[in-house]
């Protein structure tokens, strides 16, 4: 009989429930929050404020699509970590409270493992493969070498892909978040167009904040000569600031993946939403005749179905924790 684990997420401004059976999604419900977009970012307070509003009626709602009983589930897991304290205390709070009050083990879950877990919800990669994780907060290149063994080879020494996807698009003037509104655009534009500043890091590391500083001071001077500059050039702007962020992603995966003569490559995190960055992944892929693992779009983004695969495999290793686990805001994976 497989076992039935409900699973939580709240670090950031996302409320989710997932139900599953066995490494089978029976529900998979999330909440977004709208109340951060004229702040142009997520303000931690109103965030934790809106998980408190939405927790009871995800879970609810999550249980009842996945036609189960309350007492039918056998665990729940939870994001303890990395993310905003406030927002992880609520989803943690939850699903403490819940598994006393059915008197059922707890398994916690790093936000950054899941998003890599995420692929084994309707794929199957085969160990050890690479992972480029990309995120808001977060850019990683993982060497995944079982489901819950993994090290880091490299990550963002300052902003996050995700990152440089908001900023860039903030000064651009589009709102938060701009990482998909950059990505609708630059569908439209040519990527060669505006050549913006790649880093020179050493390793497999990342870093996105000069790419930032190079559109800035770039629009400052093409603004002064014409103001109208942006919104005649906006979509060649994101397909260019598009093409960057990807380049400098996907140079770095390919030495990585060379090095430690790993075949098979996935993406995983919010960004790994971006269109451009899916099909330059899978150009890469094709050329070293490598297998690449893309997520679902529902996936992609912060969603519970991802904290409940891993809570899944946490089950199976008896790794579970007690009512005095408390959240982690820097959670790092190894
Ligand atoms: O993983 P995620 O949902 O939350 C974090 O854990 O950070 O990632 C959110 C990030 C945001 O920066 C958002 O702009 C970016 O993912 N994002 C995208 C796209 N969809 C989401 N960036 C570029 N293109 C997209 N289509
Ligand atoms: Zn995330």
Redesign the pocket.
Same mark, same amino acid.
């Given at each position: 009989m497989s076992t039935i684990i409900l699973a939580i997420e709240s670090?950031?401004d996302d409320t989710s429930a997932a139900v599953c059976k066995g490494a089978k999604i029976l529900a998979n419900i999330t909440a977004s929050q709208q109340v951060h977009e004229k702040w142009g970012g997520v303000v931690p307070e109103l965030a934790s404020r809106a998980h408190q509003q939405n927790i009871v009626p995800v879970v609810d709602l999550a249980i009842k699509t996945a036609g189960i009983s309350p007492d039918e589930i056998s665990a729940v897991a939870f994001t303890r970590g990395p993310g905003l304290i406030g927002s992880l205390l609520v989803g943690v709070s939850f699903a403490k409270a819940f598994a006393l009050a059915k008197n059922i083990p707890l398994i916690e879950v790093n936000?950054i493992q899941a998003?890599i877990l995420a692929h084994f919800i309707d794929q199957q990669p085969s160990f050890p493969f690479l992972c480029l994780t990309v995120?808001?907060?977060h850019t990683q290149i993982v060497l995944v070498k079982d489901f819950l063994q993994m090290e880091i080879l490299g990550e963002t020494l300052d902003d996050a892909a995700?990152?440089a996807? &908001?900023k860039s698009a903030k000064l651009l003037g589009l709102p938060y978040?701009?990482?998909?509104l950059?990505?609708k655009l630059a569908a439209l534009g040519n990527p060669l167009k505006f050549p913006f500043a790649e880093p020179q890091i050493a390793n497999y590391d990342f870093s996105f904040s000069g790419v930032k500083t190079s559109v800035l001071y770039f629009l400052q001077k093409e603004v002064r000569k014409n103001p109208d500059f942006i919104a005649q050039n906006i979509n060649d702007l994101c397909a260019s600031i598009q093409y960057t962020i990807v380049t400098i992603l996907l140079k770095k995966l390919e030495l990585a993946a060379l090095h430690h003569g790993v075949k098979e490559i996935a993406l995983a995190?919010?960004?790994s939403?971006?269109?451009g960055l899916r099909s330059s992944f899978q150009t890469l892929a094709d050329k070293h005749h490598w297998q690449a693992y893309v997520p679902a779009f529902e996936y992609c983004? &912060?969603n519970a179905a991802m904290i409940a695969i891993t809570g899944h495999y946490k089950y199976l290793a008896h790794q579970f924790v007690g009512q005095d686990t408390e959240p982690i805001a820097r959670y790092p994976l190894s």
């Open positions: 670090s950031c936000h998003h995120s808001g907060g995700g990152e996807f &908001d978040p701009g990482g998909p950059v990505d995190g919010g960004v939403a971006n269109s983004t &912060d």
